[in-house]
């Protein structure tokens, strides 16, 4: 595209949301309108920096919020589903895939204004080596998508949360160890897992006291879910291995003083393990949780406590 203007690029195989779009875009000085019929032609055009994508909700060629996930930071796009107007659950699901928001059918030229004003810092793109083929990519679960596209009543909080400790589910810590780790190797920052849990069974009580003291020790950027019956994961990004001590060791701390026990009264023992990317040996979002369960399982044979892994 030439004469310095700007791109929308409109991903659909639906001529009257093209047409639409184009129509919404007329009035709108310095952009023009260019069409892909999916993601992967869209990803071969190299959009450029300052193009905005409307991805068709209605596409059928993969799911649209995976599209989404598969657009985070490999375009430098700020990206848009176009829904109809009555779907509530689009907005919320969209922005958790990457996407910048929602834009309702049929598309009116002052909220595509609105959409294609400038931002702030554009959303950076992965190196050429961090992405491509060779990649895998966890997709975002399809039960979650099942859901919260298409069941009545659903909601963004209760499918990704645990019932008992209103914590993150395990599907959503699959999907965020994964986003996690390409973050913070994205841009160079440390990233620390940590698999914490006990042994013997508990009350729903003592499941809600232990969410409320992982919540009193962790911050708000920090990923809290239940991993399994008897153990939790936790995803602390900025950190070290230093900060992830310390983290570990107050929840244990605040456990003992509020004298936590399970079923048949013995004292609550946390056993906790610790792994750190970057790390030697930790090139995968697997290596950092293989590293984190095998030293859970370590402090769990010696009686509990801390082992951060080498």
């Not at 999916?38 to 799911?63: F, H, I, T, Y």
Request: hydrophobic residues 40%.
């Amino acid at each position: 595209m030439g004469d310095g203007l700007r791109t929308i690029r409109v991903v659909t195989t639906d001529e009257s949301l093209l047409a639409n779009v184009r129509a919404a875009a007329s009035s709108i000085d310095g952009w023009e309108v260019a069409l892909s019929a999916n993601v992967d032609e869209l990803m071969r055009s190299v959009p450029a920096l300052g193009d905005v994508v409307l991805l068709d909700g209605w596409l059928r060629s993969g799911n649209v919020y995976e599209n989404c996930r598969r657009l985070t930071g490999n375009t430098r796009c700020r990206t848009f589903v176009v829904v109809e107007h009555d779907n509530r659950l689009a907005e919320p699901i969209a922005r958790f895939c990457g996407a910048t928001g929602v834009l309702n059918r049929p598309i009116v030229p002052t909220r595509l204004r609105e959409a294609l004003a400038p931002t702030s810092t554009p959303p950076a793109a992965l190196p050429r080596e961090h992405r491509g083929a060779n990649e895998e990519t966890t997709l975002f679960p399809q039960k979650l998508l099942t859901d919260l596209a298409g069941a009545p009543g659903a909601n963004l909080v209760s499918a990704l949360t645990d019932p008992d400790t209103g914590l993150f589910n395990y599907a959503f810590l699959e999907y965020k160890l994964d986003e996690e780790f390409k973050r913070a190797r994205r841009f160079g920052d440390p990233l620390a897992c940590v698999m914490l849990g006990f042994e013997g069974q508990v009350d729903e009580q003592v499941l809600r006291e232990l969410a409320g003291i992982f919540l009193e020790a962790s911050r708000d950027t920090d990923v809290l879910g239940r991993f399994d019956e008897h153990s939790f994961l936790f995803l602390l990004p900025n950190t070290g291995p230093d900060g992830a001590t310390v983290m570990a060791r107050r929840v244990g701390d605040l456990a003992q003083k509020r004298g936590l026990s399970d079923l048949v009264g013995d004292p609550l023992v946390i056993s906790v393990g610790i792994a750190n990317a970057p790390a030697a040996g930790v090139k995968r979002r697997e290596d950092l949780f293989s590293k984190a369960r095998k030293a859970f399982l370590s402090a769990r044979e010696v009686g509990g406590g801390v082992v951060a892994a080498g």
